[in-house]
């Protein structure tokens, strides 16, 4: 793996990868000194096009807990044609020695654009690109959703998959790049994906996706989903006739106080609630369904952490060679100091 | 001992089998005893892979001289993945879990496990990582196999057998608990060199 | 080929040699004074003892292309493209003639512009340039330009086209329709509905739904033709419709042909090869407008151009300033450049597939194209006394794309690093030679230098 870009193309293996060095991140989060020595002298810049704190700071405390220098770049504005170009911007981090380019970006495709452009050699984190994707939200959503199917099943989360698992995605899945990176990776990871929004609100050509679509939310929650992942609703959304009104929107696709007991009497005790953030409350998610123990919010919020250093760890630290199955790898010289020939 | 060269073009040599492995471990269980004038504090960390299994078959003999050992509560693993200096040289390797004993290891004689010691790099890493988690008393080192080219000032404590090699060759340190050959689990220690 | 020079410079004349006229028989042909002066055993017979022979054997003889889509950027946007840089783009590519499109700086809505690239064309002597008039004032889409001065200024507009914006009011449509019967004239529709197309980045469907790009729905295109086949034909008037890109949309212009409606249409070569799938790299080079659809869509084009129900090809060569490629897709410049592949497309799609033989060919890519922009002395017959407007191609030939050699100022092109057949050995533009060997030879004088060009240049 050179960048993450999508999840649409990240295999299994990798995925799993990803998810178990997570686990191990995730340790390494409980100790008193939560730093380790890996990335040590390397450089990651966090190119912020679109204000998102949330995302940033996580990717910061996980650059650092890895020790690596972070430059927060936040280029603001809304539009990036105003001044300075991607490219030039690219190549002053290039200048600058980075070796890995956290980009979130307001226009589709960006960080595929810096990765494949050769304005830069660093390696390219995707944590946002318009409508696209946003793959370590995902991972971050399916490290949580592991941990839970794992518990349930009385089983270590790592190594395992989501096979078995019904996850129910609720909302704008059209403008959601949440909902997209979620969609691959978690079907990638073996779980079952519902989706469920307003036909306004859904791709034409989401026919193609591996999932079925509601319009009745109460039709998809009737499937008894293992998880309800509840998407932001964006305000622009708002006024643009996608639905008549937000009242409408809420009694129909929001995740609201009766719904949540509806889930207790159909008996579906284990269903988490989750949210990418942050919450319109009263909106799609009520404050009751948020702040229930149903709700993986939080767990999200610092799972965000452990997956992020797990991508800047394995994107980082190797010579950019997927690592080979452990016995070949005992076979091959000069890969462990111990084992090394010169 | 000398085996005939594998179809691969490889010349094996093994130079402890299982029960040279076995008489070797009992040798440094007795030896950590004596150092440690007992079995107090001690807590026995492997080095992953087969420094984790080295690890548990010393405390098993441990408990077996000292009743009052609970094997599995002075056993850990301790993953030195994230410390090394070569990480960038080579293929990117996933971390492996960290698990110390409920007693935690501040203040505890902890002694590091490993199958080779050769440059001593491992070992540096070992001793940050170990940093990062507490605070032992005492650290020691035992090794099954010390093969010589150090590149640090680190020396073991317990040595199951030093073996002159020359750089060019492979050591290579076979466990039940890990390696299948051949269909079946086998302990030995060979050493491998190119024709 | 080979070359015998003359001593003759004022009038140089060519032979020739064993041409296969359309993909036919081998023929020789003389190229006097403007005209080609005689076909067939005539030719050498008439020709005088410093005349230049081309041996042709291998080589197909076909009439000058003629696209009714280019866009020369000048003036306003010399940095993109100048009239003398594509038609210099243009003879390399096989073309006689281009119709330069409205959307300059100034726009080309007033008797002033148009005449301003009409002389530079002749300027330049590469090919013939036609501006087209713009159907509104600034493209603004709210009043009609002058239509009836652009007609009757020294460029004789025929063509006019808002494209690049559709004139998407019925009524405005309406009128223009009517307005140009005075003069002959044809409104060339840029179909997209605007409203449906707000922010639309690409072809919508699956691709779209994956990539997360504003998608541009062909009911965007469609919706547009279906009005303006009905209005042409309540108002008795001639339509030509741009860039056709949708299988729905053939079926549309198919039904308004049967019932006698005068429409015409136009399918770009991009459009007859690529599809919306090379969007998944972002490559902005894959961003065109009307938007790269599916493969389904570029196999009803094909068909369409082969049964006559698409007429002309239309190259839409679009040159853009490399900083307006060299960015994220959304922020990106829409168009290709497409005058030096075209004609290697068309054969590869088209010809190499049997969907159209040489003759076919000329007639979707210059006989069709001069009669719908009115060009009387392009897209004739090859034979004694017509203008000699022709091209040698080596159908044989095969080359791989490589922007950075091309004559235009645009280096996005789709096409680069395909490797695609046919290449244009010779032009011949009012019968001087403004392509030899494949390489530019010299532009044709600005003052004509006999009477059989001068008649048809003014």
């Not at chain 1, 039709?219 to 006024?239: C, K, T």
């Amino acid at each position: 793996m050179k960048h993450l870009l999508s999840t649409q193309d990240l295999s299994a293996r990798n995925a799993l990868r990803l998810l178990d060095v997570a686990e191990e991140m995730a340790a390494v989060g409980e100790r008193e000194i939560k730093k380790l020595p890996a990335l040590r002298g390397r450089t990651v810049v966090n190119l912020f096009f679109e204000d998102s704190t949330r995302t940033r700071i996580s990717f910061e405390a996980a650059a650092k807990r890895l020790s690596a220098d972070v430059i927060n770049f936040a280029a603001k504005g809304s539009s990036v044609s105003k001044g300075e170009s991607l490219k030039d911007t690219a190549q002053t981090l290039e200048a600058m020695s980075a070796d890995a380019v956290v980009i979130r970006h307001p226009a589709s495709g960006a960080p595929a654009r810096l990765a494949a452009s050769g304005w830069i050699d660093a390696a390219v984190v995707n944590a946002g690109d318009g409508t696209h994707e946003h793959p370590t939200q995902a991972l971050l959503d399916a490290f949580t959703l592991r941990r839970h199917w794992a518990q349930l099943g009385g089983s270590p989360s790592a190594g395992s998959t989501l096979a078995g698992m019904k996850v129910l995605i609720v909302g704008d899945v059209l403008h959601s790049r949440v909902a997209r990176s979620n969609v691959w990776l978690l079907t990638t990871l073996g779980a079952e994906v519902l989706l469920a929004g307003p036909p306004t609100l859904l791709p034409v050509g989401v026919a193609s996706w591996p999932c079925t679509v509601y319009y009745n939310l109460d039709d998809a929650l009737a499937q008894r989903p293992d998880a309800v992942m509840m998407l932001r609703l964006q305000a622009e959304r708002m006024n643009a006739a996608f639905f008549p009104s937000t009242r409408e929107y809420s009694r129909r696709w929001g995740f609201d106080d009766g719904r949540l007991a509806l889930l207790d009497t159909m008996g579906l005790d284990d269903t988490v609630i989750m949210h990418p953030g942050p919450m319109n409350r009263g909106l799609e998610i009520s404050s009751a369904a948020a702040d229930s123990p149903r709700s993986t919010v939080l767990a999200q919020v610092r799972n965000g952490v452990s997956v992020r250093m797990a991508t800047l760890y394995l994107l980082l630290s190797g010579d950019q060679h997927d690592e080979p199955d452990d016995d070949l790898q005992d076979l091959q010289p000069a890969t462990t100091p111990e084992g090394r020939t010169p | 001992m000398t085996v005939p060269a594998s179809e691969s073009g490889i010349h094996k040599r093994v130079v402890l089998a299982e029960a040279d492995i076995d008489r070797a471990l009992t040798r440094i269980a007795h030896e950590i005893l004596e150092a440690n004038k007992g079995s107090r504090d001690l807590v026995l960390l492997g080095i992953p892979r087969r420094g984790f299994p080295l690890a548990r078959r010393l405390a098993q003999k441990i408990a077996a001289v000292d009743e009052s050992v609970d094997p599995d509560l002075i056993t850990g693993q301790l993953d030195v993945t994230m410390y090394r200096d070569d990480l960038r040289r080579n293929p990117t390797r996933s971390p492996l879990a960290t698990q110390l004993p409920p007693s935690g290891i501040d203040d505890k004689v902890v002694v590091l496990v490993d199958d080779v010691l050769y440059s001593g790099r491992t070992i540096r890493a070992a001793l940050d990582a170990l940093a990062d988690l507490g605070r032992p008393r005492i650290v020691r080192l035992a090794v099954l196999v010390d093969r010589g080219h150090r590149e640090l000032p680190i020396r073991a404590d317990h040595v199951g057998k030093n073996l002159p090699t020359s750089s060019r060759e492979r050591v290579r340190v076979h466990l039940a608990e890990i390696d299948l050959i051949g269909g079946s689990a086998v302990n030995e220690v060979v050493i491998e060199d190119r024709l | 080929m080979t070359t015998n020079t003359s001593e003759s410079t004022h009038y140089p004349e060519y032979l020739i040699r064993g041409a296969s006229i359309l993909g036919g028989a081998k023929q020789d042909l003389l190229v006097r004074g403007g005209i080609i002066a005689a076909v067939g055993p005539a030719a050498a017979e008439d020709a005088s003892e410093g005349a230049v022979t081309l041996e042709a054997d291998g080589l197909v003889a076909l009439p000058g292309m003629v696209d009714l889509h280019t866009h020369l950027r000048e003036p306003g946007r010399e940095d993109a493209e100048t009239v003398e840089t594509g038609s210099r783009a243009a003879a390399l590519g096989g073309f006689t003639a281009v119709h330069a499109m409205a959307n300059s700086s100034p726009v080309a809505d007033t008797a002033g512009v148009v005449e301003q690239v009409y002389r530079l064309g002749l300027a330049s002597g590469w090919v013939e340039v036609r501006p087209v008039g713009a159907v509104t004032v600034g493209l603004g889409g709210e009043r009609l330009a002058e239509l009836g001065a652009m007609a009757e200024s020294r460029a004789s507009v025929r063509v006019f086209s808002d494209d690049g914006i559709c004139v998407s009011d019925p009524v405005l449509m309406r009128r223009a329709l009517e307005y140009v019967k005075a003069f002959d004239g044809v409104i060339a529709q840029h179909a997209q509905e605007p409203r449906l197309t707000e922010g639309a980045q690409m072809n919508e469907g699956e691709v779209s739904a994956v990539l997360g790009l504003t998608g541009w729905p062909a009911v965007a295109e469609e919706s547009i033709i279906a009005r303006d086949v009905l209005l042409a034909q309540h108002v008795g008037s001639r339509l030509h419709v741009c860039h056709v890109s949708t299988a729905g949309s053939v079926e549309i212009i198919r039904w308004a042909k049967a019932r006698g409606i005068d429409v015409t249409a136009e399918v770009t070569p991009h459009h007859l090869l690529l599809t919306d799938e090379l969007v998944r790299s972002y490559d902005p080079v894959y961003k065109v407008n009307p938007p790269l659809r599916t493969s389904d869509d570029v196999h009803a084009l094909r068909a369409a151009l082969a049964d006559g129900t698409i007429d002309v090809v239309g190259t839409d060569h679009a040159p853009h300033p490399s900083e307006h490629k060299e960015c994220e897709w959304a922020q990106a410049a829409m168009g290709m450049t497409g005058l030096e592949t075209a004609l290697s497309v068309v054969q590869h799609t088209m010809v190499e597939t049997g969907l159209l033989d040489w003759e076919g060919f000329a007639r979707v890519t210059s006989t069709t194209p001069a009669r719908i922009g009115r060009l009387e002395h392009q897209g004739r017959p090859l034979a004694a006394g017509e203008p000699a407007n022709l091209i040698l191609v080596d159908p044989a030939a095969r080359w791989t794309v490589d922007p950075s050699t091309m004559a235009t100022k645009g280096r996005n092109s789709p096409f680069r690093g395909l490797e695609l057949p046919g290449s244009v050995r010779a032009t011949f533009y009012g019968g001087h030679p403004t392509v030899l060997d494949g390489r530019l030879a010299t532009p044709r004088p600005a003052a004509p230098i006999a009477e059989g060009a001068q008649a048809w240049n003014t």
